[in-house]
């Protein structure tokens, strides 16, 4: 499901800060070389983690779901430089490709790679953060968030793409579509959180923005 009419997207993309030549590169590869491209951000929603970013200076950066490395290059964007960015994927085979980009950015020593399982590796990280963005699968948002707001300084943003899923999350969901399930769970859940102030973005395929409130008790 398109959100926006395809002109108005093109005019917005069109009106919109310019991808990096970097960005460029890494956007063309995972289009010609790697599965299920559409799971890349893209040059809009990409523009808006990096602005997101910059706006923050976060010292720290936790992103869920690394696939080719695109939005974790927008995100470091961000990044001071005494910054760090901790990405985690499970998908091995993506990992050479990430790290190529990584390298070519200048921003490799800020950005540590973990390859595994979110729900695993999440409570080993002693570290507290001011941006998280979660991008993988749909069914653990709910758990991930739960994870990680613990590990939130007060006023951190957490960020979760995909929330909208193509519109499903408005129609009659099917038995077996257990994605649509989690992320209207989801959406729900955050909407409910009296920790977070929250806006859920219609912007490519939807993005839930939670703000930590800087006292939680109210």
């Not at 991808?19 to 590169?25: G, I, V, Y």
């Not at 979660?134 to 943003?157: H, Q, S, T």
């Not at 129609?171 to 959406?187: F, G, M």
Request: net charge negative.
């Amino acid at each position: 499901m398109d959100f926006l009419p395809h002109d108005i997207e093109q005019y917005a993309e069109g009106h919109t800060q310019e991808e990096p030549q970097l960005l460029k590169e890494l956007n063309l590869e995972t289009w010609q070389t790697v599965l299920a491209p559409r799971m890349l951000s893209g040059p809009l929603q990409g523009r808006l983690l990096s602005l997101i970013a910059q706006l923050l200076a976060p010292k720290a950066i936790l992103e869920i779901g690394t696939y080719t490395g695109y939005s974790a290059l927008c995100l470091a964007e961000g990044l001071p430089k005494d910054g760090v960015l901790h990405t985690i994927d499970r998908n091995a085979e993506l990992r050479r490709l990430q790290q190529k980009y990584f390298d070519r950015s200048g921003k490799a020593h800020q950005i540590v790679t973990h390859l595994g399982n979110a729900t695993e590796i999440l409570p080993s990280l002693d570290q507290k953060f001011d941006l998280v963005f979660i991008d993988a699968d749909k069914e653990n948002y709910a758990v991930y968030f739960d994870l990680v707001i613990d590990k939130m300084n007060p006023g951190g943003l957490i960020m979760a793409d995909n929330v909208l899923w193509s519109g499903k999350v408005i129609q009659e969901v099917k038995p077996y579509d257990t994605s649509t399930k989690a992320l209207i769970a989801y959406n729900e859940k955050i909407n409910a959180d009296i920790r977070v102030e929250n806006i859920l973005l219609p912007i490519r395929d939807g993005i839930m923005m939670a703000r930590v409130k800087l006292n939680t008790r109210n």
